[in-house]
């Protein structure tokens, strides 16, 4: 069994908005604690639907843990909503 | 019915998703990349592997293990729960990958599909399907990720074209020519094709079929008369030799969903709200295909394996989760095993589509019903699913969670 922490955290995200098939990729996001986490490599972004809201999750790696970052593309908002530290 | 190999071009390409989920969630999950990982569908140490990955399955892990039993002989193993989102998400940018080289593309389930060259422009048949293969490869890595893999198989049917995918596992090209047929049932076992699992292996044991390539040397009418005793047996006999009989689709017949229950302690009325979830998920999706059904059959498994069923055809057909709910709980009051559940399942069959029916001569309160239900599903798809639901089924979105539609791609 391994283990995942579920949040549902605010975040503030630094993000940059490409050309090409990475149109935005998070590169750093700050927790209400302050820790600051810089983002090493992007490992899948897929859009879901929240019924007629789409919410855009970023799978990320600061290269010590997984992330899951969550954008609301209505609300403009970023939730961490996962962090996984389990198979190290 | 023919008789000989078909010599034609193989223009029938199937691709494969290696170990799709835990190939997805290695892809999402970059340091779980080159580990052994299980996908399930609940966190339990019981639960059973709906896929693991190909480390996995090195150390011997197999799909439909439990958990605990793999665990066994991988301590290493991670256990992840199935994302369907994320599946969806690789499953239509796949599709969109395949649309880009025909017209004609079908995709079979979740994580397979197949592309039908015959009728491509001439641009396209003018290159190898294998560097068309190659691409789609390739397409794959840049536009969703580097450990994406695929299987890729040509052949003249989808049959051959699906068994060439398996050949080189993971990651493969195979195009099988007719001339090629020969070589290939050689090394292949009978439960390695596609449709032919234990029951279908010992029809033709009791013949005297025990490989491939005895299968294919089968004369028609044994296998019509005697293997299969039905047009199946024409129908292999043609599938074996490269012509194509599968290019078909079949209609909804049930719409249904099953749940395997936490434990076999839960009260009668904690099972009749989780039958009640299912009704209203079955009726969600009889109502996004747009169908009608008049029949609802339920049936419940228990951990002394044993299985009871029940069914009730209706006059009228109905959509409503409400009158599926109705039906399924008089028909599991009506004789279901009380004690040691383990599954539980609702159907519904007899579907129509659901077009605006003639009210009956006492029709306000069906017209009124079908309102309702209307009001909710419009509610539930602006705001998200189970927004409005039944208060009976309250506590059960803890448990039972969104499934990856296995098979169809119709709730795709």
Known sequence: MNDETFLNERVEV????????????????????????????????????????TVHV?????????????????????HLTREGDHYA | MRNDYNTARPLIMHIDLNSCFATVEQQARVRLRGRPVAIVNRRTEHTAIITASYEAKACGVKVGMRFRDAKKICPDIIMLESDPPKYRYVYHKLLKIMNDYSAHVRMKSID????????????????????????????????????????????????????????????????????????????????????????????????????ALEF??????????????SVCGVEWHQRLRGWEVDKRDFPL??????????????TRQQVLERLHH????????????????????????TYEREYWKARRILPLPFTSDRA???????????????????EIGVNCYELTEDTDRQLTLFGDALACERRLVSAIDTINNRFGRRTI??????ETNNYIRQKIPFGSTRYL
Request: proline fraction near 2%; charge should be positive; include cysteine.
């Open chain 1, 14 to 53: 630094v993000a940059t908005f490409n050309d090409g098939l990475k149109l935005c990729v998070p590169r750093i996001f700050r927790q209400a604690n302050g820790r600051e986490v810089r983002i090493t490599k992007l490992g899948l972004r897929h859009p879901t639907v929240v019924g007629r809201r």
């Open chain 1, 58 to 78: 970023f799978d990320v790696t600061d290269g010590q843990a997984d992330y899951r970052l969550e954008f609301d593309s209505e609300r403009l908002t970023w």
């Open chain 2, 112 to 211: 397979e599909g197949v592309i039908d060259f015959s009728e491509s422009t001439a641009q396209i048949l003018g290159r190898d399907l294998k560097d068309v293969g190659m691409e789609i490869k390739h397409r794959l890595k840049t536009e969703i990720g580097e450990a994406m893999r695929c299987n890729v198989g040509l052949g003249t049917n989808r049959f051959l074209a699906k068994t060439a995918a398996g050949l080189h596992k993971p990651d493969g090209l195979d195009e099988v020519w007719a001339h090629d047929l020969r070589n290939m049932y050689g090394s292949l076992k009978l439960t390695d094709l596609t449709g032919i699992a234990h029951r279908n292996q010992a029809r033709l044991n009791g013949l005297g079929i025990y490989t």
């Open chain 2, 216 to 229: 294919l040397d089968a004369p028609v009418q044994v296998l019509e008369k005697q293997v299969f005793k």
């Open chain 2, 253 to 266: 017949r049930t719409v249904g969903r099953q749940y395997v229950l936490e434990g076999g302690h839960l």
């Open chain 2, 278 to 301: 299912l009704a209203e998920e079955t009726g969600a999706k009889l109502r996004s295909q747009r169908m009608a059904a008049r029949g609802v059959a339920v049936y419940a498994k």
């Open chain 2, 324 to 342: 599926i709910y109705e039906i399924a709980q008089q028909l599991m009051s009506g004789g279901a095993p009380t004690a040691s559940l383990r």
């Open chain 2, 389 to 394: 639901h039944s208060a009976h089924t309250l």
